[in-house]
């Protein structure tokens, strides 16, 4: 599962004030007869409340989160239970303050989108998984102002690709092979190109649900059935340009005392690696080492009953969100949560919410808002475009901040503009992105310069 921070948005950080103002996961749902993303709010006591569900086609199967949390792509795996053989729906949401979603653009793309992650708030990958060893990897540009989702490119993978890792801050993009046990890092250009970098064999384990730690140090993956069906892969990250892209981290692979390790989620801090498992279908926890990254089973863990019956893991700041697939047996399907704590264990709070539309197994992406706001009117270190620090916060408010606003309020860069639908304090839509670039924007951006920090 993949988790946006809105405290690492960067020059981004503007546009977060349209994003969801509280803790929300965004859980599609696949199913047969009407696939859905459901968007869920995570209250301060742990307990869940249900925001809205949204229609996603059919076999609603992965979704991501852009980086500033403005926007939520999501992909089918339909096969020809939509009519359409070769092709699966694409759709991507805008996200609002009051975590509501509205589709705002939509397009066919080759079967099959397993998975999907942002590559930057403008371009997205999405895999073209193949079971006949074909498979390939796209990348798409999101016109925001246009609502247009334009293909870049598409390259071979190979093998079976079902999974995708994002490293923003090295723009590099890491896709697996299941059935060659293989790693593959693209450098990603600024027009969304890729560019193979390197391979990384994985000794026999499966390298499923790559996962990087939020350091950017290490990588790790869920061995499923391979190595003996309890391994738990290790790896160290080499820069860009390094002779390799990976190594193995001593002791790797981990041994986890659950049966096919297949999801996996960490803390904020790396300090835990949360496995889930779909032989016995238990949640298991991990301390990661500070140093070396290496995992040490803590001996805590929770069952979600039957086989295969985890749908997907995430960790929202101090909370583990579980969601369970299936009512077979037990009768209860939705999503858990448990309280994180320091030595690995995690405490149920309340009961499994029920989801709405069955089967709640798809990837599901969530959203932390930053814990204290930062400094809304500063948005670069420099007024001129093109030079070192344009875009990108530096923490003092100057002119520099206002003539870069004003820059981009005349390109009508929404992405940084679109603040408010009312310049009127305390009336509805103030400070609530709408879509529309006017004068409210500007005068609401005046205010917030005029009030400093």
């Excluded at 459901?38 to 980086?67: E, H, K, Q």
């Excluded at 989702?149 to 995708?164: D, N």
């Excluded at 993956?221 to 892969?233: F, K």
Aim: overall charge negative; some cysteine.
């Amino acid at each position: 599962a993949a988790l946006v921070a809105a405290g690492a948005v960067g020059a981004a950080t503007p546009g977060a004030m349209a994003q969801a103002d509280r803790p929300t996961m965004f859980i599609p749902h696949y199913y047969g007869l009407g696939g859905t993303v459901v968007s869920i709010v995570l209250n301060p006591d742990g307990s869940l409340s249900i925001i809205g569900t949204y229609p996603a086609g059919v076999w609603t199967t992965a979704s991501a989160l852009s980086p500033d949390g403005r926007y939520l792509a999501v992909s089918n795996a339909a096969g020809c239970d939509d009519g359409d053989c070769n092709f699966e729906d694409f759709r991507i949401f805008r996200v609002n303050a009051d975590s509501t979603l509205v589709e705002v653009a939509y397009r066919k793309v080759p079967t099959t989108p397993l998975e999907v992650e942002w590559i930057d708030n403008d371009f997205v990958a999405v895999t073209v998984t193949d079971s006949s060893a074909g498979s390939k990897v796209s990348s798409y540009r999101f016109d925001r102002q246009a609502n247009q989702i334009v293909l870049v490119e598409t390259e071979t993978v190979g093998g079976f690709c079902s999974a995708l890792a994002v490293d923003a801050a090295a723009r590099t993009l890491y896709t697996q092979d299941s059935f060659g046990q293989a790693i593959h890092r693209w450098q990603v250009d600024a027009a969304g190109q890729l560019t193979m970098e390197g391979s990384f064999p994985t000794g026999g384990v499966y390298p499923l649900d790559p996962l990087l730690s939020a350091s950017g140090e290490w990588l790790y993956t869920a061995g499923g059935i391979s190595s003996g069906r309890h391994a738990v892969g290790g790896y160290l990250v080499q820069a860009v340009g390094a002779p390799g892209i990976l190594g193995f981290m001593n002791g790797a692979p981990f041994f986890s005392p659950g049966e096919s390790p297949a999801y996996l989620a960490m803390t904020d801090d790396d300090s835990i690696l949360f496995v889930g498992h779909g032989t016995d279908a238990t949640v298991r926890s991990f301390l990661v080492d500070s140093e070396t990254g290496a995992l040490t089973s803590t001996g805590f863990s929770f069952d979600v009953g039957l086989q295969g019956t985890i749908g997907d893991i995430a960790v929202m700041g101090d909370k583990l969100i579980v969601t369970d697939d299936s009512t077979a047996i037990d009768g209860k399907y939705g999503a858990y949560v448990f309280q994180i704590n320091p030595d690995g264990s995690f405490t149920q709070i309340g009961n499994i919410l029920p989801t709405g539309t069955p089967r709640p197994e798809g990837r599901m992406a969530v959203w932390v808002p930053p814990a204290a706001p930062g400094c809304a009117p500063d948005l670069t270190g420099s007024a001129v475009m093109g030079q070192p620090g344009y875009g990108v916060p530096n923490g003092v408010l100057n002119s520099d901040d206002f003539f870069f606003f004003l820059a981009e309020y005349s390109l009508g860069n929404l992405a940084v503009c679109d603040l408010t639908a009312t310049a009127v304090p305390g009336q509805p839509g103030y400070g609530v992105p709408n879509g529309v670039l006017t004068s409210d924007d500007f005068f609401y951006y005046l205010g917030l310069y005029a009030a400093g920090c």
